[in-house]
């Protein structure tokens, strides 16, 4: 090693820097003397007022480091001159528009993203039927439009349940949004339009969660609470655990619903990503009515809850 | 012994190098499928005048062609060499539809040369030549690229080399440009789109259920710490945005299937001028069997310093010596900081050998270190607690996490080589060659925090993006200052500034080394001196192209102009 060192470099004398080199070398000192390389760093020439800087010689021996000097704003000399440089060079307008792209092309993107987080069939006990949850949004990483739309149906029959939501969402911090907007529900029926308001995003401990109230035209207040989980088993196969209750402040007949807790839904999904934009899942799913929901349920004849077989895809763009 | 005589060698190579070898297309002839070394003069761009042309081309690695935008029509652009001294005229000439501009990254010019739309100069419209012109007043490893849009991702960049007017005092038989980078067949709109709906697209590599089961060495973390990583809502396995779930990484614009091969004689020291011209990816360097002697960090000369690997960020060069003796083939592996892939080429006396590729190492994972935790307790952290946030940031929806205690790690030799089994290059092994020329102490302290938020892939400055509309970072000219840099996020973060060198505060008082791109770890504090002693106006950011797409830039202004100054 020493040799090839001695190879490195060539003969001429720097006595500073020998010195130097050896005081300050990491690795045992090559028994060398560099040359002074004059143009390593910045060529200073042009600068009159550094001629008279400390000669290196100070530069010998083992010099511990400045520490940090005060944190200090800009001196008054800093502030003056033209705002922007190159202004004094260029056509004004021409550098307007340039710093308008560089602001632009620098942290205001714009994106958007659809996700069906799940399309699937149900083969339950009784009918077997289908569902559906998607949501899209564009805009920039606070403001965004956001629009949901979910629900259920039996094979051959109308949908039980059919809605959309168009919201705005903004950001509340760098995980959560405070989304406000409308529903509009054109199943069950009577078809009912609500205001929105609620926070979507990522708890602690990777948890998705979605939480909104809603207040209907008819004055009826109702809430819904969704949280999921993604268990990475390898890299392409996750396990998704999920929940969803629904809760109403008041007795909605018409419509089968009651106060209180008034809908829950449990399911349990295996998905594959054969790319992380496309990944068909299997799973199950338990879904119950409660209270008041639940009689008026068994009153129409319906099923109060039950098991269902669910198989499906979740995709995105 | 003289380097003068030393060259003869250099001849012989040239006298191989004008035999050519017979492979054309979009490679530059230097970085053809073999190259015997430089100093034959067709593949370079020489003299005082220099005309590059920005075009669109086709560009093809592992048997699939895709579309880039490429300087001359190859990929890399053509090797610039100057020389020290004199002037230059480099004439850009933009076949494209859109603008472009090239940044010319490491040297020392006028700012409205430095060729920056919208702080330099107003950039290169279609149809248009810009001249930049300027005396080269510096000499080593330097590279140039577009600042425009995200072309530097498609294929727009190239290396300079600038020989010294003095003699060399490194001395080299051979010397070979290394020019690593990154390629996707996506077009990087798609990429930072891709990141913006799903922060952790491109990582392929997180922790799973069964890893966990089955133990295996990227799964060692504990259940406790893997709760701890989730209950911030932060991935220890983000150690890259864009991996090789989508990159194929090029040496000299070869793919490891097509495999640059650059030739030696036994015996030969061989100068390696290796750049690091990916979008964003940061590389461990290493040739198996074989030493690597660091001569040159960012083109400035540095006590030689002996290591196996080292990691270079994204826009760092380093020039090393290595002085293979045996008549066989070494592998050059440049694997990606997230072990996802690597780029090969092979250094050899004769075409066509080969040498044991080495498999990807396992992927590493973030520690407490990365966290910005110090050495504290970690019991009871809050990651987003305002209160301990510096005045000067701004801690909303951008900032994810703030570094409770940052640390010097310029000791640490870079993430995920602190237990490789060999000798690494840290930032406290380079030394100034020369002394620092400005001895003066710093009379203030500048901070920048380096912030950002995976999940939203947001990456600012003091929690802002360049896009709210910030006010530029201000100097006196001429004045001594230090910028110290602390990185909250998780990530590492290659911080250039445009137009000037400054040096590294590292333990070497007085011999700090000097640099113009330094790689500030997760969790790290970097202080670096800096004499503003170029006036005008010039951009400070994440070299990381995404990073700095997303927001993590600003403008550094020097002031009073020449002309102006009372």
Same mark, same amino acid.
């Given at each position: 090693?020493?040799?090839?060192?001695?190879?490195?470099?060539?003969?001429?004398?720097?006595?500073?820097?020998?010195?130097?080199? *050896?005081?300050?070398?990491?690795?045992?000192?090559?028994?060398?003397?560099?040359?002074?390389?004059?143009? $390593?760093?910045?060529?200073?020439?042009?600068?009159?007022?550094?001629?008279? !800087?400390?000669?290196?010689?100070?530069?010998?021996?083992?010099?511990?480091?400045?520490?940090?000097?005060?944190?200090?704003?800009?001196?008054?000399?800093?502030?003056?001159?033209?705002?922007?440089?190159?202004?004094?060079?260029?056509?004004?307008?021409?550098?307007?528009?340039?710093?308008?792209?560089?602001?632009?092309?620098?942290?205001?993107?714009?994106?958007?993203? +659809?996700?069906?987080?799940?399309?699937?069939?149900?083969?339950?006990?009784?009918?077997?039927?289908?569902?559906?949850?998607?949501?899209?949004?564009?805009?920039?990483?606070?403001?965004?439009?956001?629009?949901?739309?979910?629900?259920?149906?039996?094979?051959?029959?109308?949908?039980?349940?059919?809605?959309?939501?168009?919201?705005?969402?903004?950001?509340?911090?760098?995980?959560?949004?405070?989304?406000?907007?409308?529903?509009?529900?054109?199943?069950?029926?009577?078809?009912?339009?609500?205001?929105?308001?609620?926070?979507?995003? +990522?708890?602690?401990?990777?948890?998705?969660?979605?939480?909104?109230?809603?207040?209907?035209?008819?004055?009826?207040?109702?809430?819904?609470?969704?949280?999921?989980?993604?268990?990475?088993?390898?890299?392409?196969?996750?396990?998704?655990?999920?929940?969803?209750?629904?809760?109403?402040?008041?007795?909605?007949?018409?419509?089968?619903?009651?106060?209180?807790?008034?809908?829950?839904?449990?399911?349990?999904?295996?998905?594959?990503?054969?790319?992380?934009?496309?990944?068909?899942?299997?799973?199950?799913?338990?879904?119950?009515?409660?209270?008041?929901?639940?009689?008026?349920?068994?009153?129409?004849?319906?099923?109060?809850?039950?098991?269902?077989?669910?198989?499906?895809?979740?995709?995105?763009? | 012994?003289?380097?003068?005589?030393?060259?003869?060698?250099?001849?012989?190579?040239?006298?191989?190098?004008?035999?050519?070898?017979?492979?054309?297309?979009?490679?530059?002839?230097?970085?053809?499928?073999?190259?015997?070394?430089?100093?034959?003069?067709?593949?370079?761009?020489?003299?005082?005048?220099?005309? +590059?042309?920005?075009?669109?081309?086709?560009?093809?690695?592992?048997?699939? /062609?895709?579309?880039?935008?490429?300087?001359?029509?190859?990929?890399?652009?053509?090797?610039?060499?100057?020389?020290?001294?004199?002037?230059?005229?480099?004439?850009?000439?933009?076949?494209?539809?859109?603008?472009?501009?090239?940044?010319?990254?490491?040297?020392?010019?006028?700012?409205?040369?430095?060729?920056?739309?919208?702080?330099?100069?107003?950039?290169?419209?279609?149809?248009?030549?810009?001249?930049?012109?300027?005396?080269?007043?510096?000499?080593?490893?330097?590279?140039?690229?577009?600042?425009?849009? +995200?072309?530097?991702?498609?294929?727009?960049?190239?290396?300079?080399?600038?020989?010294?007017?003095?003699?060399?005092?490194?001395?080299?038989?051979?010397?070979?440009?290394?020019?690593?980078?990154?390629?996707?067949?996506?077009?990087?709109?798609?990429?930072?789109?891709?990141?913006?709906?799903?922060?952790?697209?491109?990582?392929?590599?997180?922790?799973?259920?069964?890893?966990?089961?089955? *133990?295996?060495?990227?799964?060692?973390?504990?259940?406790?710490?893997?709760?701890?990583? *989730?209950?911030?809502?932060?991935?220890?396995?983000?150690?890259?945005?864009?991996?090789?779930?989508?990159?194929?990484?090029?040496?000299?614009?070869?793919?490891?299937?097509?495999?640059?091969?650059?030739?030696?004689?036994?015996?030969?020291?061989?100068?390696?001028?290796?750049?690091?011209?990916?979008?964003?990816?940061?590389?461990?360097?290493?040739?198996?069997?074989?030493?690597? /002697?660091?001569?040159?960090?960012?083109?400035?000369?540095?006590?030689?310093?002996?290591?196996?690997?080292?990691?270079?960020?994204?826009?760092?060069?380093?020039?090393?010596?290595?002085?293979?003796?045996?008549?066989?083939?070494?592998?050059?592996?440049?694997?990606?900081?997230?072990?996802?892939?690597?780029?090969?080429? /092979?250094?050899?006396?004769?075409?066509?050998?080969?040498?044991?590729?080495?498999?990807?190492?396992?992927?590493?994972?973030?520690?407490?270190?990365?966290?910005?935790?110090? @050495?504290?307790?970690?019991?009871? !952290?809050?990651?987003?607690?305002?209160? !301990?946030?510096?005045?000067?940031?701004?801690?909303?929806?951008?900032? $994810?996490?703030?570094?409770?205690?940052?640390?010097?790690?310029?000791?640490?030799?870079?993430?995920?080589?602190?237990?490789?089994?060999?000798?690494?290059?840290?930032?406290?092994?380079?030394?100034?060659?020369?002394?620092?020329?400005?001895?003066?102490?710093?009379?203030?302290?500048?901070?920048?925090?380096?912030?950002?938020?995976?999940?939203?892939?947001?990456?600012?400055?003091?929690?802002?993006?360049?896009?709210?509309?910030?006010?530029?970072?201000?100097?006196?000219?001429?004045?001594?200052?230090?910028?110290?840099?602390?990185?909250?996020? !998780?990530?590492?973060?290659?911080?250039?500034?445009?137009?000037?060198?400054?040096?590294?505060?590292?333990?070497?008082?007085?011999?700090?080394?000097?640099?113009?791109?330094?790689?500030?770890?997760?969790?790290?504090?970097?202080?670096?001196?800096?004499?503003?002693?170029?006036?005008?106006?010039?951009?400070?950011?994440?070299?990381?192209?995404?990073?700095?797409?997303? @927001?993590?830039?600003?403008?550094?202004?020097?002031?009073?102009?020449?002309?102006?100054? $009372?």
């Amino acid at each position: 090693m020493k040799k090839l060192l001695v190879l490195l470099f060539a003969t001429a004398a720097a006595p500073a820097l020998a010195q130097h080199a *050896g005081h300050h070398m990491p690795e045992p000192p090559p028994p060398v003397e560099a040359p002074a390389d004059p143009h $390593a760093g910045h060529d200073m020439a042009d600068m009159p007022d550094m001629a008279d !800087m400390p000669a290196p010689a100070s530069h010998a021996g083992h010099q511990p480091e400045i520490s940090d000097p005060p944190v200090a704003g800009p001196s008054e000399a800093a502030l003056g001159g033209p705002r922007n440089a190159a202004d004094t060079l260029f056509d004004v307008e021409d550098m307007a528009r340039a710093r308008a792209g560089l602001r632009k092309e620098h942290g205001a993107i714009t994106a958007w993203k +659809l996700l069906v987080d799940r399309a699937e069939a149900r083969v339950r006990d009784g009918r077997d039927g289908y569902a559906w949850d998607a949501q899209a949004w564009v805009g920039g990483d606070i403001d965004r439009l956001w629009v949901k739309t979910e629900g259920e149906a039996s094979f051959g029959e109308r949908p039980e349940a059919a809605e959309a939501q168009l919201l705005w969402s903004h950001a509340l911090d760098p995980w959560f949004n405070l989304q406000a907007g409308v529903r509009y529900d054109i199943r069950p029926n009577p078809e009912r339009a609500h205001l929105v308001i609620g926070v979507q995003g +990522l708890a602690p401990y990777w948890f998705e969660v979605d939480g909104a109230l809603f207040l209907s035209d008819k004055g009826e207040l109702s809430a819904r609470f969704e949280a999921e989980y993604d268990q990475r088993i390898t890299q392409r196969l996750i396990l998704q655990p999920r929940v969803e209750f629904d809760l109403a402040a008041q007795n909605v007949p018409e419509r089968g619903i009651g106060s209180g807790l008034s809908k829950t839904e449990a399911g349990l999904r295996l998905r594959y990503e054969i790319v992380p934009e496309f990944a068909p899942y299997v799973g199950v799913e338990y879904g119950r009515a409660f209270g008041d929901t639940a009689g008026f349920a068994r009153a129409a004849g319906e099923r109060v809850g039950g098991w269902s077989l669910v198989a499906g895809v979740r995709t995105w763009f | 012994m003289n380097p003068l005589i030393e060259r003869r060698a250099l001849l012989r190579a040239g006298a191989i190098g004008a035999t050519g070898l017979g492979l054309s297309g979009l490679f530059p002839a230097w970085a053809q499928s073999g190259s015997p070394g430089l100093l034959s003069t067709l593949p370079t761009l020489v003299g005082e005048d220099i005309h +590059l042309k920005v075009a669109h081309s086709a560009f093809t690695v592992g048997g699939r /062609t895709g579309h880039a935008v490429t300087v001359n029509g190859v990929l890399p652009a053509p090797l610039i060499r100057l020389k020290e001294g004199r002037t230059v005229r480099l004439h850009v000439e933009n076949a494209l539809d859109k603008d472009t501009s090239i940044h010319w990254h490491g040297m020392i010019l006028p700012f409205q040369m430095d060729g920056v739309p919208g702080v330099s100069f107003p950039g290169i419209k279609p149809r248009t030549t810009f001249t930049h012109e300027f005396p080269v007043r510096q000499n080593g490893t330097y590279w140039y690229h577009s600042h425009s849009g +995200l072309q530097e991702q498609q294929g727009h960049y190239g290396p300079i080399v600038i020989d010294p007017v003095e003699p060399d005092p490194v001395a080299w038989d051979r010397e070979h440009v290394i020019v690593l980078s990154d390629w996707s067949f996506l077009h990087p709109h798609q990429l930072i789109h891709k990141l913006k709906q799903q922060g952790g697209y491109f990582n392929r590599q997180k922790q799973t259920l069964a890893g966990m089961l089955t *133990g295996g060495p990227e799964e060692r973390m504990r259940a406790p710490e893997r709760a701890m990583w *989730g209950g911030m809502r932060m991935d220890p396995t983000d150690i890259a945005d864009v991996t090789a779930a989508t990159y194929t990484y090029l040496v000299n614009g070869h793919g490891p299937r097509e495999n640059w091969t650059g030739l030696f004689r036994p015996g030969e020291r061989v100068r390696l001028r290796i750049i690091n011209a990916s979008a964003m990816t940061i590389f461990n360097f290493r040739i198996p069997g074989l030493p690597l /002697t660091v001569v040159s960090a960012d083109g400035q000369n540095v006590c030689p310093v002996e290591v196996d690997e080292f990691q270079i960020a994204v826009a760092e060069t380093y020039d090393v010596i290595v002085q293979p003796a045996e008549d066989r083939a070494f592998t050059l592996v440049a694997e990606s900081i997230d072990r996802s892939g690597l780029g090969r080429a /092979t250094l050899a006396p004769r075409m066509g050998m080969t040498a044991p590729v080495p498999s990807l190492r396992p992927r590493p994972t973030l520690s407490m270190k990365d966290m910005g935790m110090g @050495g504290m307790d970690h019991g009871g !952290m809050d990651m987003h607690d305002k209160s !301990m946030a510096p005045p000067q940031v701004k801690v909303g929806v951008g900032v $994810a996490s703030i570094a409770m205690a940052p640390v010097d790690r310029t000791g640490d030799p870079g993430l995920g080589l602190d237990d490789v089994g060999h000798r690494v290059l840290t930032y406290r092994d380079l030394m100034s060659l020369t002394p620092n020329r400005d001895t003066r102490p710093p009379a203030r302290t500048v901070e920048v925090h380096l912030t950002g938020n995976m999940e939203r892939f947001m990456w600012s400055f003091d929690g802002q993006k360049f896009s709210e509309g910030v006010e530029p970072i201000r100097f006196e000219l001429n004045e001594r200052a230090r910028v110290v840099l602390l990185n909250h996020s !998780m990530m590492s973060h290659p911080i250039h500034l445009h137009g000037h060198f400054f040096e590294v505060v590292n333990g070497h008082a007085g011999s700090h080394p000097v640099k113009h791109t330094v790689n500030v770890l997760p969790g790290g504090r970097l202080a670096f001196d800096l004499t503003a002693d170029a006036p005008g106006d010039w951009a400070f950011h994440c070299h990381l192209l995404l990073h700095m797409h997303a @927001g993590m830039f600003r403008v550094v202004s020097i002031r009073p102009l020449a002309g102006d100054a $009372a």
